[in-house]
């Protein structure tokens, strides 16, 4: 009876070390969340006769902005600026608007640079 109390014993430990050595591979293939995400580097170049006052960061099929990355210092017409942003996905849709409340996007991928460029005949969305 004690032979078998002892293999019970060792068969039970040997199942919970193999649920144990399991578990820490499924986690250790999780993404960290305190992993910054990848740098991203947006250029936008403002070929227009407007003046960009907001510039907003969404994912690309979402109209789920994220804030102003402006702030006070809009980008004006014929003006060229660069921004230093996380991004974690693909593609990301920039948003800007002008002096008028109107919004200009565009989608870009987001590898490590991107560049939009704002012509003048650019599609304005004024509702």
Known sequence: MRNL??????????????MLVAGLCLLS???LSSVAAPPLTITVVN??????????????NTDNWGPDLLGQ?????GATRTLN?????S?????GED????????????T????????SNATRDCN
Do not use: M
Not at 85 to 89: E, K
């Open 5 to 18: 109390t002892n293999a019970l014993l060792r068969s039970r430990t040997r199942v919970r070390f193999a």
């Open 29 to 31: 293939s999780l993404p």
């Open 47 to 60: 070929n227009s006769n407007l003046e960009i006052r907001h510039l907003y960061l969404a994912p690309a």
């Open 73 to 77: 210092s809009p980008i004006n017409a």
């Open 85 to 89: 942003v996380s991004w974690d996905q």
């Open 91 to 95: 593609t990301v849709k920039l948003v």
């Open 99 to 110: 002096q008028d409340g109107c919004f200009l996007t565009a989608t870009v991928g987001a």
């Open 112 to 119: 490590s640079s991107a560049t939009w460029t704002i012509s």
